[in-house]
Structures are given as C-alpha cells and as structure tokens.
C-alpha cells in the first residue's frame, strides 16, 4: 500500500487541501461560517438537489440499457465482435464538450430531430440523461461483461437442470456473482453522473446546474473562491459517503467464484430470444452510440466550398494571428498518445498495487482505503487543476514546466477504473489456490505470478484499456496545466470550440475525429492482444 498512498497523498490530497485551504482561511483564521451562508442560498439548495437527482437517474437508466449489451458481449459470439466492442468504447474517451455538442446537433434548434420531427430537447432534462447514458455505456459493457465473461456457465445450467426456470436460475447463481461488478459499474456511473460538467453546461444551458457546474462558474466567472471551496468540500463528502456504503455493502456480497476463459462462454445466438436480443443491443448501438459519432464526422468534412478535407489540411497550419496555439493543432495528437501512454503506466502500477493490497482484507485501514481510491472521481476536476498549479511550483516538486505534470493528472482518473476492474476479479479468486501454492514451495511473488496473474490477465488488459481511455479523452484538470505549445486533444478541441468562426468549429469537428479514430485503433489492438492472450485454459 506504501506506493498508492504515497501517490495520492502527493498528488491528490495535497492539492486539493491547498486550494481548499485558500478558499476557507483568510486574514488569519478559518471561516467556516462560510458553509451554513452558501447551503442557505436557495439556488444552492436547488443545485445540489438536481445534481443528486440526475446522477442517480442518469445511473439507473444507462443500467437498464447497458445490461443487455453486457450480456451480449459476454455471452454471445457474432461477426465484427471486437471491432463493435471497440466502437462502443470510443464515446466514454471524447471530451465531455464534444458529447455536449454532439447532442446539441441531434437535438436542439436545426439539429437532426428538430429536422425530422419538430422536437427540441437541448436546455431539458432528457437531453442531458441521453449525453450521460451515450457517455457511460461502455462502463457497464466493460465493467459487468468483462466478469460476466468468465463465470462458468455450468453452474447456471446446473440449477435449470435441477428444475429452476431461465430466469429463476440467472437470478439465483448469476446476478449474486456479478454483484460487486455491477456495484463497480454503477458506482463509476453515478460519479460522473454526479460530476458532470461539460455536458450540462451545453445542453442544461441557464436552466440547470451540477455541483461541477456551480463551482466552475464561482471559480472563474465570480471569483468566489470562498463559495467554491464550501461546494468542493460538499461534493467530497458525498462523495465519500456514498463510497463508504458502497465499499460495506459490496464486501458483504463477495463471494469466491468459479473462473473460466471466456473463450469457453460465448456462443453463437440460439433461439429466437438471443437473436432479438442482440438485434435490440445493435440497435441501441446505432442509434444512442453511432448517430452523434456520424454527426461529429459528418461535419468534420462539411467545409463553405463543399464536402472535403479543408479543415484537415487546416490542422497543419499555425494560425498566424497568434490564435488559441503556438504550434499547429494536429501536434495534439501526438502529445495525447504520448502523455495517456504514461498515465496508463501509471496507473496500472499504482492501481494494481492497491488492488493487490486490497485483496488481502488486512483490517479496517485498507477497506477504508478502498473507498478513498475513488475519490478522484468526485472531487472537482477544477479543484485538481489549480490545486496543482499552486502547490507543485517549488522545488523539489517543481513540476510546472515537466511533461509528466499532465500524465499524473490524468493517472489520478485512470488509477480508481484499474482497481475497480481488477478487484472483483482478484477477490474472487479461490483463497485455497494460493495456499495450495504456498504449501508446495511458492514464494508469495511466485504464487502471484502461477496463480493470481492468468485468472487476472484478462482483467488487467481491460484495466490497462479503460485507463488508457480516460487518459485520451481527460479534461477537466488538464485544461489548467496543458501547456500552449503541449496542448492534448481534449485541451485543443476546447479551445477551437471556444473561439468564433466556421474555420475554428470544423478543426474541432476535424480534431475530435481523429480522436475517435486513434481510439478505436487503440482499443480494437487491445481486443487483439486481449483475445490472443486469454486463449490458453487456466
């Protein structure tokens, strides 16, 4: 545990307390008064009630959608499998602006269903639950169908042969086993849910407002820092409390299980109820996934002189007036591969190491660690970026002008999706294997690397991936400290997007294309190197 608590002691707590800090102590002393003034106001009452509200809808909706396309990843085998597998990961990694926007499109003035059918849904609620479900399918896929892969499905077979009807018996053997994974998953979804900026912002408009949101605006639009840290610090503590009963109801549930490779659990489709189901996920995938991606690239080639590559070939440019980089936009791409590279490093080190201590159930300290490893998710992404801004400028921390500033930023988020993923695998492996390995001679390292590793390798693929993802598509702290002539993907769409003109918009469109692109590349390897290394029967 030495290694994890070190890294988000150094890289999360301390920031986060610095900025905090100079929000609520001023002249001297504290000024906690500050909490019962900002939680009387009523407009602040009202935000923390639509943010609770919405996160928990947003959850139990991309629950009820996502959970077939779970099943179907997991138990069905069907041509394009891994590339589909691929694509429906891409939409967590974009930009939350360009999801925004993508939506706006879709559905606001002159957007696809205005055109069709004459509805407007932008500055409503079912605009943003939409953006939210798009953004966060591919957590409950990923999540739940990476263990739902690798439950023996004999034992559910056992259970309708002893007289248990399909439903009865994946209610009784399957859904207790996917408990935790299930918890994981909707745990990651209300957090972002709970967090969420840049799609309310574009498509709640003056209407709504997240906690996010609120402290955006106090930050840089009133300069309220004082208010800002109070909704900093009311966010981290419901954001702990809803950890902390996730972490002591998940613990009560764990159960060890029988893995097997998933090679041996897919099947082609059988029957008519299979092959509506998978009609009905593929369609979902169309229609939720598909559309506002075809709307981004549609656009990315709409140019004044026609269909085309002008804003491509605009990407190689430097906009002479100075414009919002030194160098041309395409150079993001190579600093978005380069600094998500590092940060999936980082993150599958440091996370595996809290998995691994995790795993061991040592007491009180390490399961209240578990729950403090998520915080990241929901502690104010704001809060994170000038945190580092002001306290990693000295030496022997000077970090301001190093590259590795932003891949530690980035790792912050990567880190609770590698624990998340591997834990439920690494607790359910059987205690007795371990023990049996230690009483013929293995070291504890060895046993790891006999026993722990294949049942696990599977899990840190998709660790490794989703850390890689958010790594990509991360903005919200890295917008701070992305230096201009450095700038990611993320960091460069936002500013094209904030900039006025047709020519700054479709370099946007253009940028968030090929950051569809390098993802899906990304991710359609690791299915690859995924699928080649599970093949062996464990």
């Not at 309220?224 to 900093?232: E, K, Q, S």
Request: hydrophobic share 55%.
């Amino acid at each position: 545990m030495a290694g994890p608590v070190a890294f988000f002691a150094l890289f999360f707590a301390y920031p986060v307390a610095a900025i905090v800090g100079r929000g609520l102590h001023a002249e001297g002393a504290w000024q906690f008064g500050r909490f019962g003034e900002v939680l009387g106001r009523p407009d602040i009452r009202e935000v923390l009630w639509f943010t609770t509200w919405q996160a928990l809808a947003s959850t139990a909706l991309t629950l009820l959608i996502a959970l077939p396309g779970a099943y179907v990843f997991a138990r069905l085998d069907f041509p394009g499998k891994r590339l589909l597998r691929a694509v429906v990961t891409v939409p967590f990694v974009l930009p939350t602006v360009v999801v925004g926007t993508a939506f706006l499109a879709l559905l606001g003035r002159g957007g696809l269903v205005d055109e069709l059918w004459g509805i407007r849904l932008d500055t409503t609620v079912w605009a943003i639950l939409l953006a939210h479900v798009f953004f966060n399918y591919a957590v409950v896929v990923r999540t739940v169908g990476g263990l739902w892969s690798q439950l023996d499905p004999r034992q559910e077979e056992a259970a309708r042969v002893l007289g248990a009807g399909r439903f009865a018996a994946w209610r009784r053997v399957t859904l207790p086993a996917l408990v935790p994974s299930l918890a994981a998953a909707a745990l990651m979804v209300f957090l972002f849910t709970f967090t969420s900026f840049g799609v309310v912002q574009i498509l709640g408009g003056p209407a709504f407002s997240t906690l996010e949101v609120e402290i955006y605006r106090q930050t840089a639009e009133f300069l309220d820092l004082p208010t800002a840290a109070v909704l900093t610090l009311v966010q981290f503590l419901a954001v702990g409390a809803v950890l902390a009963v996730h972490a002591w109801t998940v613990r009560r549930r764990e159960s060890a299980l029988r893995l097997v490779d998933p090679s041996r659990t897919a099947r082609r489709p059988r029957g008519t109820v299979q092959w509506l189901l998978l009609g009905g996920v593929l369609t979902t995938v169309v229609v939720l996934l598909l559309v506002p991606l075809a709307v981004l690239v549609e656009r990315s080639f709409d140019t004044p002189a026609g269909y085309g590559f002008g804003y491509y070939r605009e990407l190689g440019t430097v906009d002479p007036s100075g414009g919002a980089f030194l160098v041309p936009p395409i150079d993001a791409v190579w600093n978005s591969l380069r600094y998500a590279l590092a940060a999936t490093a980082i993150s599958v080190a440091v996370g595996g190491l809290a998995a691994a201590a995790l795993t061991r159930r040592a007491g009180r300290l390490v399961r209240g660690f578990d729950a403090l490893l998520m915080l990241p998710l929901g502690v104010s992404a704001v809060t994170v970026g000038f945190g580092f801004l002001i306290t990693l400028d000295e030496p022997p921390l000077d970090l301001r002008a190093s590259w590795i500033l932003v891949p530690l930023a980035q790792a912050l988020v990567g880190v609770p999706f590698v624990v998340r993923t591997m834990l439920p695998v690494l607790r359910a492996v059987d205690e007795r294997l371990r023990e049996a390995a230690a009483v013929l001679g293995a070291s504890p390292l060895r046993a790891w690397r006999e026993v722990d590793l294949p049942l696990v390798r599977r899990a840190l693929a998709v660790a490794a991936g989703f850390a890689f993802a958010v790594s990509l598509g991360e903005f919200g702290a890295t917008v701070f400290i992305a230096r201009p002539d450095n700038p990611t993907l993320p960091v460069a769409v936002a500013r094209l997007l904030g900039r006025p003109g047709e020519l700054n918009y479709g370099q946007a469109m253009a940028l968030s294309t090929i950051l569809m692109v390098v993802c899906a590349v990304a991710l359609l390897l690791l299915e690859r190197i995924r699928t080649e290394s599970t093949t062996e029967e464990f």
